[in-house]
């Protein structure tokens, strides 16, 4: 099974600061298939990115994200206030379809 | 617009089952695939399985094999999945999410299930 290793695990910025997210597999990903998803307390994750670096529906432009092979990398270009919240990179080509451990973006 | 609603909490006994549902409405039921996944209190998220309704086939994570079994009803847009032998790891919510080719652009509310004696 292909292991997502996020970094850094917390993420201390201000509003309006660049967010720059890592996620690295264990193997192999392909840029088809590697996800990015937000979730804040009690609620459900978001998907935000797909396919490495294509928007979900609806998701601002500020979101975007990069990379191939094993690493990809997820920014939050100027950090609104309802961008604190955890993030998540996921692969979904091959079963299992792991998920890294995530990054708390939080109020510096 | 896609919607899932899921089933209500549970709180069940260590070695019981549970069978949680995924009632979907809007977008193709049958194309898409309908996957499960959970979070443990503070973890991140873990993949369980899914089910392509259009085929009716299922597959699972090894770590879930001979423990659950996803099914889906074409006739009511509704997936469910069955845990069995529940043990107090368990204890998680549950999501439903869909979307094509496994990818989750869709997600249920959730569902709690607490596993205690």
């Known amino acids: 099974e292909i292991v997502l290793t996020q970094s850094p695990s917390t993420l201390s910025l201000s509003p309006g600061e660049r967010a720059t997210l890592s996620c690295r597999a264990s193997q192999s990903v392909g840029s088809s298939y590697l996800a990015w998803f937000q979730q804040k307390p009690g609620q459900a994750p978001r998907l935000l990115i797909y396919?490495?670096?294509s928007r979900a529906t609806g998701i601002p432009d500020r979101f975007s994200g990069s990379g191939s092979g094993t690493d990809f990398t997820l920014t939050i270009n100027r950090l609104e206030p309802e961008d604190f919240a955890f993030y998540f990179c996921?692969?979904?080509?091959?079963?299992?379809?792991?998920f890294g451990q995530g990054t708390k973006v939080e109020i510096k | 617009q896609v919607h899932l609603v899921q089933s209500g909490a549970e709180v069940k006994k260590p070695g019981s089952s549970v069978k949680v549902s995924c009632k979907a409405s809007g977008g193709t039921f049958s194309s898409d695939s309908l996957n499960w996944v959970r979070q443990a209190p503070g973890q991140g998220p873990e993949w369980m399985g899914r089910i392509l309704p259009i085929l009716d086939v299922a597959n699972y994570a090894q770590k879930f094999l001979g423990r659950v079994t996803i099914t889906a009803d074409k006739s009511t847009g509704t997936a469910y999945m069955d845990l069995s032998s529940l043990r107090s790891d368990d204890t998680a919510v549950y999501y439903c999410?869909?979307?094509?080719?496994?990818?989750?652009?869709?997600w249920g509310q959730g569902t709690l299930v607490i596993v205690s004696s």
């Open positions: 396919g490495s670096s």
């Open positions: 996921q692969h979904y080509g091959a079963s299992p379809y792991t």
């Open positions: 999410a869909r979307g094509p080719n496994s990818r989750l652009d869709f």
